[in-house]
């Protein structure tokens, strides 16, 4: 039988008897009360004991105790038994987070909800100069000072990192990401990016560099070229020679545009005035195509906002509509039309171009941006192509705080469009 049902009928023989000794000796309601009252202090006395019994902070075995009470205490036993078990673990998986993260190279740092600081493991302290225990609890852009730290935090977009001088060592530059997770939780993770930077700088310094020392040479080959062309030369020599003029200029092509791709990735670019007059450079960047590629017979169609200016570099959006246009026209068929959009919105600016060409595969539209990629070499080469020209956009608008998107079908067409956030 339950333990619960024996208590019960315990209580129900209890006033029984008392009620009939009451009867038998003639105080039946004073033996009825007496008898539930000592019920009521045992059961008290038990209560008091098990309190104490919980109040010794770790409790051994529970006392050897009958009835309902002995189903409470066995329970309550079990309870602590299970908790303190499931209080180790954790421990122990705590203390395994913290002695992996303890030894990952790379800072990590927990931010509440609002920015304050969780917790944060050694590399954050020694990369950021993190102080604990004083500084949990603390905004960590109170700690960091940085404004574009400030917006970076502020914001809602952790697609991409954020690179920040190191607040404890100059020397050291740090890459910044936010993982959000749970309710506005949120990682930092803290790289120090100081080699990776000087590696890069190496190698586009190298790029520069060669591509100024090619120079010299290469006008130094194009003038001989020329004056032997301009004089009397045997009739076999004119073919050589002529190959010789049409590489070279390739090569002046390639130089400058690995030049002009070195600058813009190293941000060392002319002045960037405040705002220029962008349909009018637009409508001189057709008017250019129309006369180099006449040949081609392409039909450009404008659909301009005559009025909308844009801030910038006027040069280097020059080379992103050169581009941009001069691939619609190489990559698409003689006599097709190309829509060249300006326009601007709620989301900021546009410059779209738009052809009825050749299209490019999906798997293909990723890779555009990457230096030297072609889909088609021999193509690119025919059409005078260095496979350096989206390189060449796609770090101009990344100056700009603009993006590049491109749609595309194969055999139908595509549309490349920049798309400015600025709104001035
Ligand atoms: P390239 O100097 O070879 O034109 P780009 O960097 O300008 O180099 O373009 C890379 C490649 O992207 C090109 O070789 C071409 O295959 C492809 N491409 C660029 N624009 C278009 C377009 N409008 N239509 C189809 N393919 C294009």
């Known amino acids: 039988m339950n333990k619960w049902s024996v208590e019960i009928w315990r209580l129900i023989l209890v ?48 006392p050897d105790v009958w009835g309902v009470w002995g189903n409470i205490y066995f329970n309550v036993y079990h309870l602590q038994k299970r908790y303190v078990a499931r209080k180790k673990k954790l421990a122990s998986i705590v203390k395994q987070f913290k002695q992996s993260t303890a030894a990952m190279p790379d800072g990590a740092v927990v931010l509440g909800a ?48 954020l690179e920040l001088e190191s607040p404890v060592n100059h020397e050291l530059t740090l890459s910044l990401k936010i993982c959000p997770y749970g309710h506005k939780q949120r990682l930092l993770l803290v790289r120090d990016v100081t080699q990776l ?134 990559y698409s068929f003689d006599g097709c039309d190309i829509l060249v959009r300006w326009y601007g919105n709620e989301d900021g600016k546009f410059f779209e171009v738009q052809d009825s060409g050749d299209g490019i595969l999906p798997e293909d539209i990723p890779r555009l941006t990457e230096r030297f990629f072609r889909v088609d070499v021999a193509r690119s080469r025919k059409t005078g192509g260095t496979g350096l020209g989206l390189a060449i956009v796609h770090h101009v608008l990344d100056g700009h705080q603009a993006k590049l998107s491109i749609e595309s079908m194969v055999g139908e067409g595509s549309t490349f469009r920049c798309h400015f956030t600025c709104k001035y």
């Open 197 to 330: 930077q000087k590696l890069e700088r190496v190698r586009t310094d190298f790029v520069s560099n060669i591509s100024h020392e090619l120079r010299t040479p290469l006008t130094v080959l194009k003038g001989c070229v020329e004056t032997i062309e301009m004089g009397e030369m045997p009739q076999q020599w004119k073919k050589p020679m002529a190959l010789i003029a049409e590489q070279s200029l390739r090569m002046e092509q390639l130089v400058n545009d690995l030049l002009l791709l070195s600058r813009v990735e190293s941000g060392i670019s002319v002045e960037r005035r405040p705002a220029f007059d962008m349909p009018s450079l637009i409508y001189q960047v057709i008017e250019e195509m129309s006369h180099y590629k006449q040949d081609k017979g392409h039909h450009f169609r404008c659909e301009i906002d005559p009025e909308l200016y844009l801030a910038g570099n006027e040069n280097e959006i020059r080379s992103v509509l050169t581009n941009l246009l001069s691939n619609a026209v190489n």
């Open 15 to 62: 006033a029984a008897i008392a009620s009939l000794v009451g009867w038998i000796v003639g105080y039946f309601l004073i033996t009825l009360f007496l008898a539930l009252f000592a019920l009521l202090i045992f059961h008290l006395r038990h209560l008091s004991e098990l309190e104490n019994w919980l109040n010794e902070g770790n409790p051994n075995h529970p």
């Open 114 to 161: 609002g920015g304050e600081i969780a917790w944060f493991n050694t590399p954050a302290s020694n990369l950021l100069g993190l102080k604990s225990p004083q500084d949990i609890g603390q905004r960590l852009v109170n700690l960091v000072r940085d404004p574009s730290f400030l917006d970076y935090v502020c914001g809602e977009d952790f697609c991409e990192s």
